[in-house]
């Protein structure tokens, strides 16, 4: 079953606006990560937070923490149309699996 | 640095068949998982592989096995495949105990289709 949801399900902006991405779980984790899927093929990993984390950041992307309301959020700046993908939060208690949410399809048109 | 390769890129069975999926890890990773995408939604783990033994199962029938070599590349087997059983299926490697930063490595996937 997946862990929990994201939110928005769809999101369409245009190139240069940002785009957050919200994340909600439902257990205890060890870190929360952030992965892009390209026509639907494989996983690309973007950002690892630790549960004792609050903000991380890589390049245009800041990811942000809230343990105490199991959320998440995924902020891209500055979009482009390469951005455009389905964006996927996974949870991990220590290495023993992924457990992803339904995902969030961000649009950015040119 | 080669990443996690998996084959076939797509395959097509008829119901009732079986199928065998492969995965060759990324270089300096013992661990392999096996997860079920089917479309429009997030990947589901199936099961985990490390030191050659199922580590962890998801909750799939056993009609979806697998096996890991001693060197570290990995099969997925599924028995008498149902329609349902249409999906991408995913490949990632890992050291095992993650503790590193860099999260999970995957592959490009194997779209089944099952007619």
């Known amino acids: 079953s997946q862990q929990g949801e994201e939110d928005p399900q769809a999101l369409s902006i245009q190139e240069g606006e940002n785009a957050t991405m919200n994340c909600s779980y439902k257990?205890?984790?060890?870190?929360l990560q952030w992965y892009r899927q390209n026509s639907g093929r494989g996983l690309v990993h973007l950002i690892l937070?630790?549960?004792?984390?609050r903000e991380k950041h890589s390049g245009r992307l800041r990811v942000t923490l809230d343990t105490s309301k199991k959320s998440s959020s995924l902020l891209i700046t500055a979009s482009r149309a390469a951005d455009t993908a389905s964006y996927f939060c996974?949870?991990?208690?220590?290495?023993?699996?992924?457990?992803f949410g339904a995902g969030t399809i961000l649009r950015v048109k040119s | 640095d080669a990443g996690v390769t998996q084959s076939p890129t797509h395959l097509i069975k008829t119901r009732g068949q079986q199928v065998t999926l492969r995965c060759s890890p990324k270089?300096?990773?013992?661990?392999v998982s096996w997860y079920q995408q089917a479309l429009g939604q997030g990947p589901q783990f199936i099961f985990q592989?490390?030191?050659?033994?199922?580590?962890q199962r998801g909750n799939f029938p056993d009609r979806f096995s697998g096996h890991q070599f001693p060197n570290y590349s990995s099969e997925l087997n599924v028995n008498a495949l149902l329609l349902g059983d249409s999906a991408l299926y995913l490949c990632?490697?890992?050291?095992?105990?993650?503790?590193?930063?860099?999260?999970?490595?995957f592959g490009s996937g194997t779209r089944l289709t099952v007619v």
């Open positions: 990632a490697s890992s050291p095992y105990r993650l503790s590193s930063p860099g999260g999970y490595t």
């Open positions: 257990t205890s984790i060890n870190n």
């Open positions: 937070i630790r549960s004792n984390e």
């Open positions: 996974a949870t991990d208690w220590y290495g023993n699996k992924l457990v």
């Open positions: 270089s300096g990773h013992d661990t």
């Open positions: 592989y490390y030191e050659e033994e199922e580590r």
